[in-house]
């Protein structure tokens, strides 16, 4: 009994750490660690408004029409390296107000050099703009490249989604 008391209390303990963020982080990050541990998918996308490949994801609809082809995906689009949040120019571009996305900025506004972000939710975030896709709670894929190609992002959203299980070992044939 008490080795079964023990183990429980060790789960329940194990499972209260998994849910909180590390000390440290910012009201942001533990904000949008809350949002990616849902089940669905979630693409987190930082982008900058000085940023040309940010404004290039944004030119001919890019990423509103990809929003509204993913209604069934969560965004949330992370202004980084900006004083400005930048709404105005998202809006201009048809984002906003999708009902699947959600727009912060970040409050660190530090463009280049000392103090400039370099993680987020203690991930490499050195790109901008750079795209996380989330699943379970877990990062599938992280383009942190620069502006993303949307069939490829379609490819990696499908790819998170697919409850795929990790096949049995391959064993040695008998001799």
Same mark, same amino acid.
């Given at each position: 009994m008490a080795r079964r008391l023990l183990f429980l209390c060790l789960v329940l303990s194990a499972l !209260? *750490? $998994? #849910?909180? /963020? /590390?000390?440290? %982080?910012?009201?942001?990050?533990?904000?949008? $660690?809350? #949002?990616? !541990?849902? /089940?669905?998918?979630?693409?987190?996308?930082? %982008? #900058?408004? %000085? *940023? /040309?490949?940010? !404004? $290039?994801?944004? $030119?001919?609809?890019g990423w509103s029409t990809f929003l509204a082809l993913n209604r069934d995906v969560k965004f949330i689009f992370v202004t980084v390296r900006s004083s400005d949040d930048c709404r105005a120019l998202l809006h201009e571009n048809g984002v906003g107000d999708q009902p699947n996305l959600v727009l912060r900025h970040h409050p660190n506004q530090v463009r280049r050099g000392d103090g400039v972000i370099q993680s987020f939710m203690a991930l490499p975030l050195t790109w901008v703009p750079s795209t996380w896709v989330f699943c379970d709670g877990r990062l599938r894929y992280a383009l942190n490249y620069g502006e993303v190609r949307f069939p490829l992002l379609q490819q990696l959203i499908r790819d998170a989604a697919d409850p795929w299980e990790h096949p049995a070992p391959v064993r040695p044939a008998a001799k």
């Open positions: !209260r *750490c $998994a #849910a909180e /963020p /590390p000390a440290g %982080w910012s009201a942001l990050e533990e904000e949008v $660690a809350a #949002a990616v !541990r849902g /089940p669905q998918v979630t693409v987190v996308h930082f %982008w #900058a408004p %000085w *940023c /040309p490949n940010s !404004r $290039a994801e944004l $030119a001919n609809h």
